[in-house]
């Protein structure tokens, strides 16, 4: 006995919610992850004295800025 096609696209409909739920609650995860992370290194950048400080966000800013340029190329 085979299934109606309206069982089928429930079935297809209700797994596809799933997927998407699964996929949400994933996202979210990360999501707080990373922000967990973040609000970390400002509590490491925060501690540290205000030389030390802005010689590390010196050396972030020109890391990254390397970085950008070495993409454009």
Same mark, same amino acid.
């Given at each position: ?28 995860? @990360? ?21 030390t400080r802005a010689a590390v966000v ?7 800025? @390397? @970085? ?6």
């Amino acid at each position: 006995m085979s299934m109606s096609p309206r069982v089928i696209r429930a079935l297809l409909l209700a797994a596809a919610a799933a997927a998407l739920a699964f996929a949400a609650s994933q996202f979210r995860e @990360k999501h707080q992850e990373a922000a967990l992370t973040v609000q970390n290194i400002h509590d490491q950048l925060d501690a540290l004295d205000p030389v030390t400080r802005a010689a590390v966000v010196t050396r972030l800013t020109s890391d990254e800025v @390397k @970085k950008v340029r070495d993409h454009g190329q």
